[in-house]
């Protein structure tokens, strides 16, 4: 079956814009997580999702935020977009909330200039 | 989660098996051993977990010490396409809350798949 989709691939952002990323689970996931990763952070957990619930976060700022929707897809936003947001952005899935094997996307790189 | 110990790099001949070994001196009853790779630009990949006993899989092989303090993954045909960063982390099998939720990779072991 068709893994983590995650879209756009590659984007190019301008400081203060806002940007939205979106993210398909496996069939079936329920469970929906999005990181960020920086070769000087490592991987960085954003946020989880529910039964369109968030069920967690990690500790970024309130620009970052996402949903989910019924049917397990879904999206990040990151407003007012800084330099540091320069990113690899992971969306990452498993069938429900328990469990600890997640499957990872391709990511979304965006690039803030 | 237990921490882990891996070499920063390694290298392995194409064709030949490519054996990685992960310490975990500190892992718990209920911990498992999990191993992703993230080729260059792409998503982390799910390799292969286990408890104690030695798994297998259509991408690997997971050897865990009897005393569960070390893992080894074994790629059994080694091809350029495995050059990738592996990461083994310790982990719950289970959502035991806490922390749990999230994910967190060390440095792993940069593993270059030569001609």
């Known amino acids: 079956k068709a893994g983590v989709t995650q879209t756009p691939r590659y984007l190019i952002k301008t400081r203060g814009q806002q940007v939205t990323l979106s993210c398909s689970p496996i069939?079936?996931?329920?469970?929906v997580s999005w990181y960020q990763q920086t070769p000087g952070q490592g991987l960085q957990f954003l946020f989880e999702?529910?039964?369109?619930?968030?069920?967690n976060k990690g500790n970024f700022p309130g620009r970052f935020s996402g949903r989910q929707f019924s049917n397990s897809r879904s999206e990040m936003n990151v407003s007012t977009l800084e330099l540091g947001d320069s990113a690899l952005y992971l969306c990452?899935?498993?069938?429900?909330?328990?469990?600890?094997?997640?499957?990872f996307g391709e990511g979304s790189w965006l690039t803030v200039v | 989660d237990a921490k882990t110990t891996q070499p920063t790099s390694m290298d392995c001949a194409e064709g030949r098996a490519a054996n990685l070994p992960c310490n975990h001196s500190?892992?718990?009853?209920?911990?498992?051993v999990y191993w992703y790779r993230q080729i260059h630009s792409q998503g982390p990949q799910y390799i292969i977990h286990?408890?104690?006993n030695n798994e297998t899989n259509e991408m690997a092989s997971l050897i865990i010490t009897e005393d569960r303090k070390s893992s080894t993954l074994i790629l059994p045909h080694a091809t350029l396409r495995d050059t990738a960063v592996y990461y083994c982390?310790?982990?719950?099998?289970?959502?035991?809350?806490?922390?749990?939720?999230?994910?967190?990779f060390g440095k792993g072991t940069l593993l270059t798949v030569n001609p």
């Open positions: 999702y529910f039964s369109e619930t968030q069920r």
């Open positions: 286990g408890l104690k």
């Open positions: 990452a899935s498993k069938p429900d909330i328990l469990g600890n094997t997640i499957y």
């Open positions: 982390i310790v982990r719950p099998g289970g959502y035991s809350g806490g922390s749990n939720y999230k994910l967190t």
């Open positions: 500190t892992i718990s009853g209920n911990e498992y």
């Open positions: 069939s079936g996931h329920r469970s």
